[in-house]
């Protein structure tokens, strides 16, 4: 039996949703039947009615694989409403019907929310205790900032991570001396699309070490005149510098210089 203000927030969400459905907006009776569908899984009724609304709502908007996905879901739900349910799962045929997801921060105060949050602090440790890191950890270990390895793994730099119930991500031996790889041809200059190949041939064990040595080599050649014109800057600001009074007067030929472009 669900607790009261479970229960409370369930009807709320169901009547929404019915609203929503009657008025022809399926996709905001969606909406809360996923919130309705978090609240009501440990009951074989209001799981079932859940999935069965879905399924009315996906008819209407003529969604033929959440039709699809929804019909063996209303019979899981009888079955596994009072054994296991993944908590926070919002039921929806996109989704992994077995996989746990965060629950809403606002459905955090209710009895299922101290649960889920107990849940997140076991899993967590036992992560830690196998020798995996969260983000916060894995910048802190490899000095890469918890930007920057969001951003490596967006653009497919860094390959998706593991993630836990709550949705940390989860870092271990491989994660970490990857994100090292990466600083360390980063300091050396080289470009996103130079450290994507980089990558891809460290990990090619049947490489071919003078594709490392091409990359490597055109890298440097861009370095070589990119100090040659910082030295050329280097001449004409010194150059300039010495013909500058630096007094009280407004005659300047840095500013004059800067004037002719």
Request: aromatic residues 6%; charged residues 25%.
């Amino acid at each position: 039996m669900l607790d009261k203000r479970v229960a409370e927030a369930y009807a709320l969400e169901i009547a929404h949703a019915r609203t929503s459905l009657a008025g022809g907006q399926p996709a905001q009776c969606f909406v809360h039947l996923e919130r309705a569908h978090i609240l009501g899984q440990r009951s074989v009724i209001k799981h079932t009615y859940a999935h069965w609304l879905m399924f009315r709502a996906a008819l209407q908007q003529r969604d033929l694989r959440e039709v699809g996905g929804q019909i063996p879901r209303i019979l899981a739900s009888i079955i596994f409403s009072r054994i296991w349910v993944p908590v926070g799962n919002t039921g929806r045929a996109r989704v992994p019907a077995m996989q746990p997801m965060a629950i809403p921060a606002d459905m955090r105060d209710l009895p299922l929310g101290a649960f889920m949050a107990k849940m997140e602090t076991l899993e967590h440790a036992a992560a830690v205790e196998r020798g995996l890191m969260d983000i916060g950890r894995a910048s802190k270990a490899t000095s890469v900032s918890v930007k920057m390895i969001r951003h490596y793994e967006a653009i497919g730099l860094l390959p998706n991570v593991p993630r836990t119930f709550a949705n940390y991500r989860l870092y271990g031996p491989t994660e970490m001396h990857l994100l090292r790889f990466i600083k360390r041809a980063r300091t050396l200059g080289f470009s996103m699309e130079d450290i994507k190949e980089l990558v891809s041939l460290w990990q090619n064990r049947s490489r071919s070490s003078a594709s490392v040595k091409k990359i490597a080599g055109k890298h440097a050649d861009t370095l070589k005149r990119k100090i040659l014109e910082l030295e050329a800057m280097v001449d004409s600001l010194e150059h300039l510098s010495r013909h500058c009074h630096g007094d009280h007067r407004p005659e300047c030929p840095i500013i004059e210089d800067l004037a002719k472009a």
